[in-house]
């Protein structure tokens, strides 16, 4: 079974920053992209960061500049670093990763239970 398990959640300041971590354990013969998700209450759950495992990334247009997603393909792990945070980044942060279990097979999606982070004077 794969779980996906993220830390680094919290109250912060606007203008401050936070790095939050996605640790992927379980049955893993590889790891393809991964992501990171921000759900608002009332608002849809949208894209934040992709990163394939070659590298390559994309991001949502308010945070181009400010948001940074990188992995540890040797710890599984995916982050993502927010510098210059603001109130309208408040929101419940979700990863995910397309994980392939063994050899022939499809990868599958897998979702973690989301980190709360407030950006708050």
């Known amino acids: 079974q794969v779980q996906l398990v993220e830390s680094g959640g919290g109250l912060v300041q606007p203008g401050g920053s936070l790095r939050l971590s996605c640790a992927a354990s379980g049955s893993i013969f590889s790891i393809y992209t991964m992501g990171w998700y921000r759900q608002a209450p009332g608002k849809q759950r949208d894209l934040v960061a992709i990163?394939?495992?070659?590298?390559?990334?994309n991001y949502l247009t308010s945070v181009k500049g400010r948001f940074t997603i990188s992995r540890d393909n040797a710890k599984n792990t995916a982050y993502l670093q927010m510098n210059s945070l603001k109130p309208e980044d408040t929101a419940v942060y979700y990863c995910n990763a397309f994980i392939l279990e063994r050899p022939g097979s499809t990868p599958y999606l897998y979702w973690g239970q989301g980190t709360q982070v407030t950006v708050s004077s």
């Open positions: 990163i394939t495992n070659s590298g390559s990334t």
